[in-house]
C-alpha cells in the first residue's frame, strides 16, 4: 500500500502547477482522498478532499476558485491542479488517503 505524489517544484506567482499521486494496493475511489500541505514552522493542514464513490469535493478557503482536486479511476491517481500560485501557497504537499496512508510529499515553490 502506497501513495507516491509527484509534479511539484517551483513557480512564479500566477502560474500553474499540477500534483499527481499514484495509489498503489488499493482502489481510489472507495476512500476518501485528499492534499494536505505544511509549510515551515506551520501545521499541516487539508487543501482539498474528495469523496469515495463520486466527485463531492471540499476545499479549504484560501484555495477556493484555484485548486481543484480530480480522481482518475483508470490511473488510479488523485490529482490537484493549482492555478493562480500565490507565495503562501509555498509547502511540501502531501497525499492522503482516509485508509490511513500518507505519500512522502512534494515540494512547491512560488517565488519570483
Known amino acids: 500500500v502506497q501513495l507516491v505524489e509527484s509534479g511539484g517544484g517551483l513557480m512564479q506567482p500566477g502560474g500553474s502547477l499540477r500534483l499527481s499521486c499514484a495509489a498503489s494496493g488499493f482502489p481510489v475511489n472507495r476512500f476518501i482522498m485528499s492534499w494536505h500541505r505544511q509549510a515551515p514552522g506551520k501545521e499541516r493542514e487539508m487543501v482539498a478532499k474528495?469523496?469515495?464513490?463520486?466527485?463531492?469535493?471540499r476545499y479549504a478557503d484560501s484555495v477556493k476558485g484555484r485548486f481543484t482536486i480530480s480522481r482518475d479511476n483508470a490511473k488510479n491517481t488523485i490529482e490537484l491542479q493549482m492555478n493562480n500560485l500565490k507565495p503562501e501557497d509555498t509547502a511540501v504537499y502531501y497525499c492522503?488517503?482516509?485508509?490511513?496512508?500518507w505519500g512522502q510529499g512534494t515540494q512547491v515553490t512560488v517565488s519570483s
Open positions: 474528495i469523496f469515495a464513490l463520486d466527485t463531492n469535493t
Open positions: 492522503y488517503s482516509s485508509r490511513g496512508t
